[in-house]
């Protein structure tokens, strides 16, 4: 274990890079032979756009990397952190290491964007994008990104993890996410067993519908599990989700760069359910399945 977590705390850029790029590259040829939707769109200007957005988060992540790096300096050199309180075997820490890692440095921050109604409005631009594919994973707002850096810095100081967890971590990450927002038909029966405990395209993909109460569940990065013991899971036909927002429907609002980047700074839009408490409008109802 200690030889693994030694090669994922050492690990070259480039093998990082290379994982990333294949992993981008194998989706989207998967997407065009077994799509789930037949959008009809230019995928390269929609990966255009988002990839935009990548680069952001890119230069957000790099700017912050160091204080993820001091804060697991920090926790190892004087065993700070709750796996520290007692004396666990490596193995072990490792694996509850990556589960709190997924619980507060992802589960609960994306919970939280959905609660707080600022936060909301920079995460509401990963909610925007009315054709789900493996690009909209990386549609991030660069006020959302700090959100998450800082929840990252987090779980490493509440936790206790060595780089090495965090680096594992990030990739098992960066995969997940690829996977999740593919546009591929994923079998119902396999999707659902592998759902019990990680998050699948299917169970990801019914947290981008358009409307409440759909959007607000299924919140998970990497382990389901959070989903299932918060109560926050939910399971529908797929094949019958709309994608987007219902705020922010119009072409020119969820596909122009400039207007996603000041979205936060707009006047707050209630959506057509209550999302927040006083939002919801007499006599307006939620069509859950679009």
Do not use: C
Not at 176 to 187: D, G, L
């Amino acid at each position: 274990m200690q030889a693994i977590l030694n090669f994922f705390e050492t690990i070259p850029t480039t093998y990082r890079t290379a994982v990333l790029v294949s992993g981008l590259v194998g989706f989207w040829i998967l997407e065009g032979a077994i799509p789930l939707f037949a959008f009809q769109y230019s995928k390269v200007r929609h990966a255009a756009l988002n990839f935009f957005f990548t680069a952001t988060t890119l230069i957000i992540n790099f700017t912050l990397a160091f204080l993820i790096l001091k804060t697991s300096d920090f926790t190892t050199t004087n065993q700070f952190g709750l796996l520290y309180l007692a004396n666990l075997p490596l193995w072990l820490h490792v694996i509850l290491g990556l589960l709190l890692l997924d619980l507060f440095g992802a589960y609960f921050i994306h919970w939280l964007e959905h609660k707080v109604k600022w936060m909301w409005k920079f995460h509401l631009i990963h909610h925007t994008d009315t054709t789900v594919d493996i690009t909209t994973g990386l549609r991030h707002h660069p006020g959302e990104s700090l959100f998450r850096a800082a929840f990252t810095i987090l779980a490493v100081l509440v936790a206790g993890l060595p780089m090495g967890v965090v680096m594992m971590y990030q990739t098992m990450s960066a995969i997940f996410t690829q996977f999740t927002h593919a546009n591929i038909k994923s079998p119902t029966g396999l999707d659902r067993l592998i759902s019990t405990i990680l998050v699948t395209p299917n169970m990801h993909k019914v947290h981008h519908h358009y409307q409440q109460p759909l959007t607000d569940t299924n919140y998970g990065n990497i382990f389901s599990i959070w989903d299932r013991i918060f109560r926050t899971f939910a399971e529908v036909d797929v094949t019958t989700l709309k994608y987007g927002i219902d705020t922010h429907m119009k072409t020119e609002e969820h596909s122009d760069v400039k207007n996603l980047l000041v979205i936060p700074f707009q006047a707050y839009r209630p959506p057509t359910s209550s999302k927040f408490d006083g939002d919801r409008k007499p006599g307006i109802h939620t069509d859950e399945h679009g």
